[in-house]
């Protein structure tokens, strides 16, 4: 028996605006129309360019895995440019590369010994001398958007948009500091394993409300009467006013926020990707949908100063994490109720929540 699509239309006076039902977070049916629609057309966060520094260079990733699961390949060519092709040989679908690391001239499939160059056009297949109309346009290997942010890569299938909206608030407002000096720490990174769907646990990230409620330890360093929002065309920005002058930035003179104890620049990039910014660094926050009611959250943390690590906002993101999925899975628990319909916003709280539902089902079909 075929399903009614669920519809969602979140009216644009948050004073006015209803929630999402509880079925927006539970149906298969959303959460599939989100994964073959949605996230192909977003920029998604590969990695750091260090593993392309060199020409030469390819580093093999699934784009979104977990949930979109399309092999893709950076390569950085002999002329220095950056590359995004398939990683699916076209010959008989094999994985071209396999393993990042400096490769010769050419990319080779070890199954057939088709070669590419680095930017992705066929080179040689031997055993095709007598094929016909051979080589076509689908032997090469297909491009796939590419673009950074100072050292972060990210990529796209078909990007709805440019990279430079994306992040063009968080160039301008944190662009003074020394983001590209900054080093990924391996032993500062974690996975989560979060049950829970990943737009509910957008949710929880885009809001303060819950801090005195849920993070004791965050709220001790956060002045809670401070905290504010700024809205931008494809992401936004919640700022952490700390309680004291400690651990907070030196802004430049002409900084929108000069005079300010600023904490944190807590960045949301639409639709799933947190840059957190703190004195000592930036934590990449990568939210990976794996099903209806699974999500996987990776914290990449890239360090400019060790000596403030352990200090003010950005000090326990463990425990501020685990506090988060416990009340992110419980909502996602009450959601499935029967009883439930929908909630309303905070005007003066959940500006970023509305904002992210109102981009969610207005973005492309709004059929969700």
């Known amino acids: 028996m075929s399903r009614t699509p669920i519809t969602v239309s979140i009216d644009p006076d948050i004073a006015r605006a209803a929630t999402p039902p509880g079925a927006f977070y539970t149906d298969p049916t959303v959460y599939e129309h989100q994964r073959q629609s949605l996230f192909p057309a977003s920029w998604q966060f590969v990695c750091d360019a260090e593993p392309v520094r060199v020409p030469r260079a390819t580093y093999p990733f699934t784009f979104l895995e977990g ?84 050292q972060f890569v990210f990529a796209s299938l078909g990007p709805a948009f440019p990279l430079d909206d994306l992040v063009a608030d968080m160039e301008r407002l944190v662009g003074f500091l020394p983001i590209e000096s900054a080093r990924l720490r391996p032993d500062r990174c974690r996975d989560y394993l979060v049950r829970a769907n ?38 936004n920005l919640q700022l952490g006013i700390a309680e004291g002058a400690e651990e907070t930035f030196d802004l430049p003179p002409d900084h929108p926020m000069s005079g300010e104890h600023v904490a944190a620049f807590y960045f949301w990039l639409f639709p799933n990707t947190m840059f957190n910014v703190y004195p000592w660094g930036i934590s990449v926050n990568v939210v990976r949908p794996l099903a209806v009611d699974r999500t996987k959250i990776s914290f990449l943390s890239y360090v400019w100063d060790d000596s403030k690590l352990e200090r003010g906002a950005g000090a326990d993101l463990d425990r501020v994490e685990r506090e988060d999925e416990a009340v992110v899975e419980s909502v996602q628990r009450g959601l499935r109720s029967r009883l439930y319909t929908t909630g309303r916003y905070s005007p003066a709280r959940e500006q970023c929540v509305h904002h992210f539902h109102r981009l969610l089902t207005t973005v492309g079909d709004d059929r969700t």
């Open 67 to 150: 949930c979109v699961d399309e092999p893709l390949l950076l390569t950085r060519d002999d002329s220095d440019r950056l590359h995004c092709v398939s990683n699916v040989c076209t010959h008989r679908g094999a994985l071209v590369c396999e393993h990042a690391g400096v490769v010769g001239k050419t990319l080779t499939c070890r199954y057939h010994g088709r070669r590419f160059n680095l930017d992705g056009s066929f080179k040689h297949m031997p055993e095709f001398d007598t094929a016909e109309g051979f080589p076509r346009p689908e032997d090469n290997l297909s491009k796939a958007p590419v673009a950074q942010w100072r």
């Open 198 to 235: 990943w737009a509910l646990y957008i949710d929880n990230y885009l809001e303060g409300f819950h801090i005195p409620f849920v993070h004791a330890s965050l709220g001790e360093s956060l002045d809670y009467g401070a905290y504010r929002t700024e809205l931008f065309p494809r992401s």
